[in-house]
């Protein structure tokens, strides 16, 4: 059961455009949600996080949006650079939950083309 | 420098010979967790610990165990090694913050393959 899904496993845009991800989820006491970036032969690093009372928050060229009555989050990035290019996962958590553990997405892999 | 690191960062072994994955933090951290990723699967949770002595199962437990015997260390253990445990292993830390959530650290990954 995928409680959290990124339906495009992979997305490609030219330099300078935006780049949108897409995470949905299926567990409404999810009430925090985060964006992590991962290059290949190292760990995630964090990104972007947004509590459910928010449904924008915003840093830099990195902006979360949540619908939270459409379970659906998306992450821009404008303008998209080729540094950008890296799988990006989208996690959620519920903090009442035992744990406060996070449920990680599928990811998807982002090329920004020069 | 802050970091989460792992040993070995890549292993081959045989099914059924025991191996131990090491993760240590200098956070100063109270929880930390283990994840694998999979093609597909995206990262799921393995085990998770509160603080020292304290740990719990999460998604996917099976075939697995923790101990959470200093706060810094949290090594995985795998008995009795199978093939569908290939797979690429990550330890995370982070600090438990006022919602219960907080940004989570990631050592850079060890690489499994069970032969």
């Known amino acids: 059961d995928q409680q959290v899904k990124q339906n495009s496993p992979s997305l490609s845009v030219q330099e300078g455009r935006i780049s949108i991800l897409n995470c949905d989820y299926t567990n409404s006491m999810f009430d925090y949600f985060l964006w992590y970036k991962k290059y290949p032969a190292e760990g995630p690093t964090f990104l972007i996080s947004i509590s459910s009372i928010k449904d924008k928050n915003e840093d830099g060229r990195f902006t979360v949006f949540l619908n939270k009555s459409a379970k659906h989050l998306s992450l821009h990035i404008v303008p998209s650079q080729p540094g950008d290019s890296a799988v990006y996962f989208c996690?959620?958590?519920?903090?009442?939950?035992?744990?406060?553990?996070?449920?990680f997405g599928e990811g998807t892999q982002l090329t920004v083309n020069p | 420098e802050a970091q989460v690191t792992q040993n070995p960062r890549y292993l081959i072994t045989v099914t059924g010979k025991k191996l131990t994955v090491t993760c240590s933090q200098n956070?100063?951290?109270?929880?930390m967790s283990w994840y694998r990723q999979d093609p597909g699967l995206g990262l799921r949770q393995i085990y998770y610990s509160m603080n020292v002595e304290v740990t719990d199962k999460g998604d996917v437990p099976e075939g697995y165990k923790v101990s959470r015997k200093e706060k810094r260390n949290f090594p995985l253990i795998l008995e009795s090694p199978s093939p569908n445990q290939t797979s690429l292993y990550f330890c995370a830390s982070r600090v438990t913050g006022t919602s219960g959530v907080g940004e989570q650290f990631f050592g850079p990954g060890t690489r499994l393959t069970v032969l």
């Open positions: 996690a959620a958590s519920a903090a009442a939950a035992s744990g406060s553990r996070l449920t």
């Open positions: 956070m100063n951290h109270e929880y």
